[in-house]
Every structure is written in structure tokens, then in C-alpha cells.
């Protein structure tokens, strides 16, 4: 079965660097998504992106995050300066389409803040 | 701020009993359901989705979707140790620009062998 593939599996930062998280979406899959999830809280959505562009971020997905699909296949997101509180999983999933076919997980890149 | 509210447990069933897992949401625009089961340190998988009123069965799941009370259930039938597991409901709704998965918190499930 088709899987939403991940890197690193965990990433180990000094705060004030700039990181990056890859992901290979589903190939038929048509809409990306990004989530964080802080250590016993809850699943957060981040940013959803379509056509090359985004379609949706959250209050989260300030001017440190960006979004980029660099070629056919990766699907990656930059946190530019990182802080302490950007620790967290990150998830990537896909979507054949929007809003009704469900939502498939990547297993996560665990990031920590230094 | 759209929500949506669990019992985060943990829930303590037997093995081989039926678990009942609860969730509501406050958007009333909202128009497709999740259910995700996921284990500590995992990511969420996917386990039901569901669109319409009524119920929905896949093995030993069933969802059930109840719009004019803006409620979601899981049931798990014969529940089984490997159950256990924290299970996430959410909800796709409209957002300022186009559709955004809201989770909730998640109820932790420990089936007891």
C-alpha cells in the first residue's frame, strides 16, 4: 500500500538555525498538508497546499514556516529560525482531494530545539 | 475557533467488550468525519471516515454520525489488548480559504486481557 514517506526521523537543531523537514506525499495524491503535535497535546494543523501554492495555514504558520514542493515527487517544510518551542513531531500527510477523501500520515520527524 | 471535544480517558475496557468512544464539534459547516487510532510515539492512522447521518461498519469499527447534534461515536467491537491505543476524532471543515482537519485531544483506549 502506498505510504506517505518522511525525513530525518528525528532532527536535532540549535535554536536560531534554520531547519528542513522532507516529505514524498502519495504519488496520486493531489493535496499536502503539514501538522505538529507537542509532546501529550494535540494533533495541530499547520498549512495545506495545492497547485504549488498554499490553500490554507493556520495562526501557527507564521513568517518562520514556509511550505515548497521542489520538484515532483518532495514536499518540504523550512522553519527558519528555530526556538525552543518548535519542538515537536512534525507530520506531513496527503490527500487524493480536498475536503473528502481522507487524510493520510507520514511517520513523523520528531524535532528538537536545543 | 472551531473545536472539537473528547474524553481524553483513559476509557478501561476488557478484552472481548465493546468500547465506546465519544467526540463533538462546533462547527456546524463541517462535513467529513475522522477517526484515527493512534499508538504512543506513532502517528495517526487512519481507521473510519464517515459523511452522511446514520452509521458505518468496517469489521469490528463502527461510526456513527449524528449532524443536528454535532456528535460523532466509535464503537469497537470485541476489543482486543492490541486496541490500545489513543483514538483521535476530526473533523474537515471550512476554513478562511479552503478546507482545514481539526483533532481533538484523543481518548486513550487500554483494553484489559
Not at chain 1, 498554499?54 to 522553519?79: A, H, W
Request: with cysteine; aromatic share 12%.
Amino acid at each position: 500500500e502506498p505510504e506517505v514517506t518522511q525525513t530525518p526521523s528525528h532532527q536535532v537543531t540549535q535554536m536560531g538555525q534554520e531547519v528542513i523537514l522532507r516529505c514524498v506525499p502519495i504519488s496520486n495524491h493531489l493535496y499536502f498538508y503539514w501538522y505538529r503535535q507537542i509532546l501529550g497535546q494535540k494533533v495541530e494543523f499547520l498549512v495545506s497546499f495545492y497547485n504549488n501554492e498554499i490553500s490554507e495555514k493556520s495562526e501557527i504558520f507564521d513568517d518562520q514556516f514556509s511550505v515548497e514542493r521542489p520538484d515532483g515527487s518532495n514536499f518540504t517544510l523550512k522553519i527558519r529560525s528555530t526556538k525552543l518551542e518548535d519542538s515537536a513531531m512534525y507530520f506531513c500527510a496527503s490527500s487524493r482531494d480536498s475536503h473528502n477523501q481522507p487524510q493520510h500520515f507520514g511517520d513523523g520527524t520528531r524535532l528538537s530545539i536545543l | 475557533q472551531k473545536e472539537v471535544e473528547q474524553n481524553s480517558g483513559p476509557l478501561s475496557v476488557p478484552e472481548g467488550a465493546i468500547a465506546s468512544l465519544n467526540c463533538t464539534y462546533s462547527d456546524r459547516g463541517s462535513q467529513s468525519f475522522f477517526w484515527y487510532r493512534q499508538y504512543s510515539g506513532k502517528s495517526p492512522e487512519l481507521i473510519m471516515s464517515i459523511y452522511s447521518n446514520g452509521d458505518k461498519e468496517d469489521g469490528r469499527f463502527t461510526a456513527q454520525l449524528n449532524k443536528a447534534s454535532q456528535y460523532v461515536s466509535l464503537l469497537i467491537r470485541d476489543s482486543q489488548p492490541s486496541d490500545s491505543a489513543t483514538y483521535l476524532c476530526a473533523v474537515m471543515g471550512k476554513g478562511a480559504g479552503s478546507y482545514q482537519l481539526t483533532f481533538g485531544k484523543g481518548t486513550k483506549l487500554s483494553v484489559i486481557p
